[in-house]
């Protein structure tokens, strides 16, 4: 590194700020094209059935209706391959992009009308007469696990998948133990809701043969491959633009159905085509998340130390098996004990396919319901047995001693998907916690009632495995303005991604941050790419970045020594000009000339980074109305290094917040037709700027990540995964002299109320 | 239709569809795209704009309704050259990641400042409870307001 810099840990404030205070974000809904037309889809109004007939004739009729396709105009219709997890087995189960014969879910594709303006072609939905021959659905993962009704028939079973995480010997375990304990917990269905719903255009170039297709996020370059052979087209073909994103969380971007339909339907009709979700279509047309329950067990000794974890977990995965959608079925099976020491595992995850949205990630898939249910029931022992909950948690932490740590082994998958904790001290962070938080005298409050209201508090710890392989790439070109581009795979959500890369070129390079201009995600940048998920571009893509800076300024040394007459080594690089030992200087500028330019793939061998910490909460429940006021909160996390501390404390309280909406606010409710009752935003509550005012985040870089040459770890997953399980038992330490036992989410003031007005334990409500 | 107003201090008119909504014709009509539509029934907020001193949702104003009315946009808020001090509170205290929610998030809070300029923090984050984020958790947005007020007092100072 060269130069005297320091972007890297500094609270560097956003450059791409500077566009979207004045207004001028490009998201896809803001551009347009001549001649374009906009789509409006045709979604399944029932849960499960079979097409009988779609007559587009009424919609034709409309002046400025201009196209209806159906699967029929489409022919073999391609079904969504798995992006992650393609197990065998699941090709059974995939989406196709057009419901054909049969839906499966309110909001599945049908057809798709094109249309003058976006108007006229929701009234050309609107026209359509779609009959569906209805068949009863499955509701819920019960129904699915019987089995008397079979999604796809042929398949035989409605389990889309079971993965097991074993370690040790559970069962030899809970022979063995003082103290076992059962329980069973729910998480409700709910879904990541970014502001801005999803949107594309798409243009079809009939004489060069390319499809550009401008709206892409999260993974460009895996959906460009697969649009392309859905297609028939090669890669090459195809690009996907990256533009301005209102927010992913796992959900946006991956492929659905509309990536195929739009740009078919802009080849079809031979115009650029527009399609922008509205809010009613996203809730239903997007992935949910998060549904979860189980049954699962814990053995101890009477000291608290946990022996053995062992149980089953149903995941309500919806009617297909999408891009990810195994990812939280297989967390929930692996990653179960988060950062305890269990020496004894066995945990299985069912994916159950049900007449529902299909699921994918949403911000620490399977982490945040499981943490939920591990630390629930970490503190239901800790009372039985009389420990105070840090103390119990403490004494159950994986030690600073004991790294790297092995998680269950995963079947499928063995061990090519084994993971473990990399690096740090887990008690440290718990410690830190307890301090800032006054966990000695606010632990006085506990169950107390004051005012009306009782007190609780409660302390949870979490890890979060980021930066998931396989590699990203990177390119830098020094311009002839002596400037450096740097083209990264990684692509922006929303994150800060364009600010964070900046720092670290600018700060490997030696340069002012406003001699770096970074361009990322879209797919005409760089050959390959993987893009933004499990918090992994900062960690791959900033390592690419560092990489590939330092091969640039080898290459700057070697270019200027042979211009200034002087061996590669002796050339001394400052302030944007190469110099030799008391010679002469060329400026980058002069350089440019000589085509520098470097790309370089970082690759991390599938060892993700585990950022770690602990939250603890204070509420006040009112038991008369069920209401519970979060009084304060605090998560205390390591991320091994800090980038930039602005936008790292923003994804912590960000993550909480978000966590708190799956806490207390947000369900995704159905019927039992399989209609879903939260269609808009005045019934699907998310946090607003009055509800959760409270929050305190603190990040820590004492123990860097040995996996990459920054020691970053992924950090925008963190602070969301303990709040289930933090307000859970804050609630139930709250209502301690009532006996709650909140064991399902999210904690509406119904529930809370219930187990406030009852003093009893309450049923797992239906 | 033909509709007349004044949108950031410049006349304008358009023909309209009597179902044109306010938003529509802002980013289609007028390519002021700064105001962002996220639910088209008036509950997230990223939309508003500010008709005759009044934050508004243009998703839920027709059009039509403007006819003499002086409407401004985020882009309104500042100049080419400087960003306005509330957007220079926003960017110093990180209260935008995606930066969908906030033109919306600018323009009620300019609303208030502008009346309220002594706004205190309950009361800002109940004029801004209808604005939905779903990226910063709120807080730095309470903070960069909070911020704000410092400005919107001596512009109001005789």
């Known amino acids: ?766 | 239709m033909r509709v007349s107003f004044r949108v950031n201090g410049d006349p304008v008119a358009v023909d309209v569809e009597p179902r044109l909504h306010l938003a529509d014709c802002l980013r289609d009509m007028l390519s002021l795209t700064g105001t962002h539509l996220g639910c088209e029934h008036g509950a997230c907020g990223a939309c508003t704009v500010i008709v005759d001193g009044a934050a508004v949702r243009a998703c839920l104003m027709l059009t039509v309704q403007t006819e003499g009315a002086s409407v401004v946009t985020v882009e309104g808020l500042s100049s080419d050259k400087a960003l306005s001090p509330l957007q220079t509170a926003f960017r110093k205290h990180h209260a935008l990641q995606c930066g969908f929610c906030t033109p919306g998030m600018l323009t009620t809070a300019h609303a208030l400042l502008t009346e309220e300029p002594d706004a205190d923090a309950d009361r800002i984050r109940s004029a801004l409870s209808g604005n939905l984020c779903r990226c910063t958790g709120y807080i730095p947005i309470v903070e960069a307001v909070l911020e704000a007020r410092a400005a919107y007092r001596k512009a109001n100072r005789p």
């Open chain 1, 1 to 766: 590194m060269i130069g005297t810099n320091r972007y890297i840990g500094s609270p560097i404030e956003r450059i791409e700020d500077l566009r979207f205070l004045r207004g001028r974000g490009q998201f896809v809904g803001d551009l347009k094209r001549e001649s374009m037309l906009h789509a409006a889809i045709l979604r399944s109004p029932v849960a499960h059935g079979l097409v009988a007939a779609v007559d587009a004739s009424a919609a034709l009729a409309i002046a400025g209706v201009r196209a209806v396709i159906t699967a029929k105009d489409i022919g073999a219709v391609p079904r969504i391959p798995l992006r992650l997890l393609p197990l065998p087995g699941t090709e059974r189960f995939l989406q196709p992009v057009i419901a054909a014969e049969r839906v499966r879910y309110v909001g599945e594709p049908v057809a798709v009308v094109l249309g003058d303006s976006p108007a006229l072609a929701e009234d050309g939905v609107g026209a359509i007469a779609l009959d569906i021959e209805e068949l009863p659905p499955i509701a819920d993962r019960q129904a699915s696990g019987r089995r008397e009704i079979l999604l796809f028939e042929e398949a035989g079973t409605n389990a889309a998948m079971v993965f097991t995480g074993v370690k040790g010997d559970a069962d030899a375990a809970f022979r063995d133990a003082d103290y076992v304990r059962r329980d069973q917990f729910v998480v409700q269905r709910y879904t990541a809701l970014p502001m801005e719903p999803r949107g594309i255009l798409a243009e079809w170039d009939a004489a060069q043969g390319r499809m550009t297709v401008l709206g892409a996020a999260k993974v460009p370059f895996f959906n460009r491959d697969t649009l392309a052979a859905m297609l028939g087209l090669s890669p090459a073909q195809v690009d996907l633009i990256e533009n301005d994103v209102g927010g992913g969380f796992g959900a946006r971007g991956e492929f659905y159905p509309e990536d195929f339909l739009i740009p078919f339907a802009a080849r079809h009709v031979g115009r650029p085509v527009r399609w922008l979700e509205d809010r009613r279509e996203h809730l239903t047309a997007m992935n949910h998340a998060r549904q979860a329950d189980c049954e699962v067990e814990i053995a101890c000794r009477s000291d608290g130390t946990i022996l053995g974890l062992r149980g089953e977990v149903f995941v309500d995965l919806g009617a297909y098996v999408r891009t990810n959608g195994l990812i939280a079925p297989r967390t929930l099976a692996q990653c179960f004990t988060g950062p305890y020491r269990v020496p004894n595992v066995r945990m299985t995850s069912t994916a159950l396919l049900t007449n529902k949205t299909p699921s994918g990630t949403y911000r620490a898939p399977g982490r945040y319901e499981g943490s939920f249910f591990c630390e629930r029931l970490i503190e239901l022992a800790a009372r039985d047995l009389g420990i105070d909950s840090a103390e119990m948690r403490r004494r159950n932490l994986i030690g600073a001693g004991e790294m790297p740590y092995r998680l269950p082994r995963l079947e499928p998958g063995g061990p090519a998907v084994d993971t473990e904790c990399d690096s740090g001290d887990y008690c440290e962070t718990l410690d830190r916690c307890l301090v800032e938080f006054g966990w000695e005298e606010k632990r006085a409050l506990q169950g107390r009632e004051i005012g009306g209201r009782y007190h609780g508090v409660a302390v949870a710890c979490f890890i979060e495995g980021g930066g998931a392989g396989p590699k990203e790439t990177a390119r830098l070109d020094l311009e002839a303005d002596g400037t450096v581009s740097v083209y990264v795979g990684s692509t922006a959500v929303g994150q800060g991604l364009e600010t964070v890369m900046a720092q670290i070129a600018a700060d490997t390079l030696g340069m002012p941050l406003g001699q770096v201009r970074v361009l990322h995600g879209s797919t005409p940048f760089l050959d390959e790419g993987y893009g933004a998920f499990a918090s992994r571009s900062t960690v791959l893509g900033g390592s690419a970045v560092f990489e590939a800076a330092n091969a640039l300024l080898a290459k700057i040394r070697t270019a200027a020594g042979a211009r200034l007459g002087c061996p590669a080594e002796q050339v001394e690089l400052a302030d944007g000009c190469a110099r030799a030992l008391d010679g002469p200087s060329l400026a980058f500028a002069e350089l440019a000339a000589d085509g520098l330019r470097v790309t370089t793939a970082f690759g991390n061998d599938n060892r993700l980074t585990y950022t770690y910490g602990s939250a603890a909460a204070h509420v006040a429940v009112d038991p008369g109305t069920g209401d519970v006021e979060l009084l304060d909160c605090l998560v205390v996390e390591d991320v091994g290094r800090i980038v930039n501390p602005l936008t790292l404390h923003g994804q912590a309280i960000g993550g909480m917040v978000q966590g708190l909406g799956g806490a207390f606010l947000e369900h995704l409710v159905y019927d039992a037709s399989g209609q879903l009752l939260a269609g808009n935003l005045a019934d699907y509550l998310i946090p607003t700027m009055t509800d959760f005012p409270c929050l305190r985040a603190i990040a820590l870089e004492n123990h860097r990540s040995p996996s990459n040459p920054l020691g970053v770890k992924g950090a925008g997953e963190g602070a969301i995964i303990p709040i289930g399980g933090l307000m859970a038992n804050a609630v139930a330490n709250a209502l301690v002299s009532f006996g709650a036992t909140p064991n399902q989410l999210p904690l509406s003031p119904a529930r809370v109320w219930h187990m406030g007005s009852a003093k009893q334990s309450t049923r797992i409500l239906e």
